[in-house]
């Protein structure tokens, strides 16, 4: 799965730090969903669409290999 939180939260002028202290996670967390190595939970992805403002699916993107 992709994701554009990075350029989301460049949109926002938000840092990794910030965007974590809205969403109630660490900034690893961020950093892990930024490298595409970690998959947010269902609650977590509608957390980070609702602090964008944006759907779901505007953010995070399967991949033929999902």
Do not use: C, W
């Amino acid at each position: 799965m992709k994701n554009s939180i990075r350029v989301e939260r460049a949109i926002h002028n938000l840092t990794q730090e910030e965007l974590a202290k809205k969403i109630g996670v660490s900034r690893q967390t961020i950093n892990a969903m930024e490298a595409n190595k970690y998959v947010p939970s269902t609650i977590l992805a509608l957390k980070i669409a609702r602090v964008f403002e944006k759907n779901v699916e505007a953010i995070f993107l399967l991949e033929e290999e999902d």
